[in-house]
């Protein structure tokens, strides 16, 4: 996949493994996509790095930065463009895999979603040939031991490439941290733009899945359209961010006023209206944003009504009927038809056929989305006290939603029962599951400060830095004839200051 005549083949620009040979890596071991962790971590992370670790492609998506250097100012793109123009008018022969670790080892330093706009303005001012920038990038993209460096790459592929670069810019962009950029590129260099980035936006589900599917906002695509629609919105990170474009892009009125609405369809119909409910005031347009939200809420409604229930569908509709138990304070729509809307779900979510589907869902303990069934019951006000208890008897995994619910509900009665269970399943939980789990359980026992005390203990002595310090919060916030003298010297120890020995003198 290289051809180069800058690097050999197998060699590389920086120290370590490449990005590419980590896609490969996993392409091999799990197929073309989505990859678990979004194809984190990659090569270039850095064990003990920074305690808040973002998510593969979530740093470029929510903040811009500048990467950690030595110090020196990062080069912006004006800079990088005139040293891109500097290596292209360069003699190829004097074009060595030095002067193209030299770039590699500035890029590092920069930020590459702060110049990659900048950058590209100033190469195509400049008129810098496509082929040179092609063949740079694919250097840049295929040998780069270092994230920033093969951004910057992907950025000159989509400046310069064509479709022999597709299957490299497939291949890059699975890996979420990369997404974005082989999107961008893939709808620059490619013949047919948008059902490239279409074939990437199906193998990546968290930040990449996003990011891709944002390039095909402006897509006419019937078949793009109608992805959108079923499935394309959903992500691993919150649909939210995808519903609104969903359901203007893929024209979502006009699909669900068809005499006939496939179960595919109607389920996405559902999931779009209730992500906008839900993300109202969020970070993405929501459902008082849509120009179209009556017609289709109205449309919903009838669908609903006569189709077969399930727990993704009441899902949905409880996610609706919220929305119109507290509306934004400015809901731009007619007083009538929001009087409609508000008896219309809350007469849909009152159907005896709901409450029947959650009994039915939770009288099985071992089902594996027996949890998915749990805030149905609290929104239908069932007791599913017995049912949860069942559930955990069974062992389910520490991350299982279901403790947290019992957490959240035992009154004293239930708590210690609960907690021993917890205790139990703990010994022999590995990790890291056991890590998640005491963080996890260091958060909701601020509320059992009587029966609490072990799995703290554990959380304190045997978790991770986040979980001791969330524990110790925990602890902090019980009441004092709550805590045993184990805890209570535990809390002493924890608040009282330790020496400072930086002044004392060396042996």
Not at 244 to 273: E, F, K, N
Not at 290 to 301: G, I, K, Q, T
Not at 326 to 347: K, M, N
Not at 394 to 422: E, K, Q
């Amino acid at each position: 996949m290289t051809g180069s005549r800058w690097v050999r083949d197998g060699e590389t620009v920086g120290a370590g493994p490449t990005l590419l040979d980590h896609a490969r890596t996993l392409r091999r071991r799990y197929g073309p996509g989505p990859w678990p962790g979004c194809g984190d971590p990659l090569p270039d992370a850095r064990p003990g790095g920074a305690s808040f670790v973002f998510v593969g492609g979530g740093e470029d998506a929510l903040v811009r930065r500048t990467p950690d250097g030595d110090g020196a100012a990062p080069p912006t793109g004006v800079e990088l463009a005139d040293h891109l123009e500097h290596l292209l008018r360069a003699k190829e022969s004097g074009l060595g895999g030095e002067r193209l670790r030299g770039l590699h080892d500035r890029l590092t330093t920069c930020s590459p979603i702060d110049v990659a706009d900048e950058l590209g303005a100033e190469v195509r001012r400049r008129g810098l040939p496509s082929e040179g920038l092609r063949r740079l990038g694919r250097q840049l993209a295929e040998h780069g031991t270092h994230r920033a460096p093969v951004k910057i790459g992907l950025v000159l592929l989509g400046l310069g490439g064509d479709v022999r670069d597709r299957e490299l810019l497939l291949l890059l962009g699975t890996l979420d941290e990369l997404t974005l950029y082989a999107a961008v590129a893939l709808h620059r260099s490619q013949p047919d733009p948008d059902p490239a980035v279409h074939a990437l936006a199906r193998r990546v589900s968290g930040w990449g899945r996003i990011q891709a599917v944002r390039t095909l906002r402006d897509t006419t695509d019937p078949r793009i359209r109608a992805w959108l629609l079923r499935e394309g919105f959903r992500n691993t990170v919150m649909d939210e961010y995808l519903a609104h474009l969903a359901a203007t892009t893929g024209d979502l009125r006009d699909a669900l006023s068809h005499p006939h609405v496939d179960t595919r369809l109607l389920g996405g119909g559902g999931g779009i209206l209730a992500a906008m409910a839900h993300g109202q005031g969020g970070p993405a347009p929501g459902l008082a944003d849509y120009a179209h939200a009556v017609p289709v809420l109205r449309r919903y409604a009838d669908l609903v009504r006569t189709r077969t229930p399930t727990i993704t569908r009441l899902l949905d509709l409880i996610g609706i009927a919220m929305f119109f138990r507290h509306p934004p304070r400015e809901l731009p729509w007619a007083p009538v038809d929001i009087e409609y809307l508000t008896a219309r779900y809350e007469g849909l979510l009152h159907e005896p056929r709901w409450r029947a589907l959650v009994l039915e869902h939770l009288a099985d303990p071992r089902r594996p989305d027996f949890h998915r069934a749990l805030r149905p019951a609290d929104v239908l006000r069932l007791d599913p006290t017995a049912q949860v208890l069942a559930r955990l008897e069974t062992g389910p995994s520490l991350l299982d939603p279901t403790w947290v619910h019992a957490l959240r509900g035992s009154d004293r009665r239930h708590a210690a029962h609960v907690l021993g269970l917890a205790e139990r399943r703990l010994a022999v939980t590995p990790r890291p599951e056991r890590d998640h789990a005491l963080l996890l359980f260091a958060h909701f026992l601020r509320h059992h400060p009587e029966h609490g005390w072990p799995l703290l203990r554990s959380a304190l002595t045997g978790g991770t830095p986040e979980a001791r310090r969330v524990a110790l919060t925990t602890l902090a916030g019980w009441p004092a004839d709550t805590l045993t003298r184990e805890a209570a010297a535990c809390l002493r120890a924890a608040r009282t200051p330790r020496p400072d020995r930086s002044q004392e003198p060396r042996p």
